[in-house]
């Protein structure tokens, strides 16, 4: 059995290649569901907040922007663990560069989860204050 590269993969076309690509970004969130801890964390924080979003007594804008923030926050945690994947890939020695690939990744997912965290701030504010 040969093995697949990623030249494989291209020229897809229709159909067939939005198949492979949702299957492959499910594989994605299944990866990173099994091998990163943050990843769960804040997936299943989704997972539990999403719905509460939805039964909010607030103004179905408020209501779309925590939502909008969680899946931030996820796809931001999603881009990070890609980053850290592709560092730790190219090798093992501790390099300057590799540093600051993953600390910009890191810094990244705190400013979704500061912003997801202020935003259901205010909302509940609104709520509970007016």
């Known amino acids: 059995m040969t093995e697949k590269t990623a030249a494989d993969l ?11 690509a949702t299957r492959y970004s499910w594989q994605g969130i299944r990866t990173a569901f099994g ?10 924080l989704a997972v539990i907040l999403i719905p509460v979003a939805f039964f909010l007594p607030a103004a179905w804008s408020l209501k779309l ?5 969680l899946i931030f926050l996820l ?11 592709v560092v730790d890939r190219i090798g093992p020695e501790l390099h300057p560069l590799s540093g600051f690939a993953k600390d910009c990744g890191s810094a990244a997912v705190l400013f979704a989860l500061i912003f997801a965290l202020i935003v259901w701030l205010v909302v509940l ?3 509970i204050f007016g």
């Open 65 to 69: 922007w925590c939502i909008f923030s």
């Open 75 to 85: 796809v931001t945690e999603l881009l990070n663990s890609g980053i850290e994947a």
């Open 10 to 20: 291209k020229g897809k076309t229709g159909i067939l290649r939005l198949i492979n």
């Open 125 to 127: 504010f609104t709520i």
């Open 35 to 44: 091998k990163e801890e943050a990843f769960r964390q804040e997936l299943i």
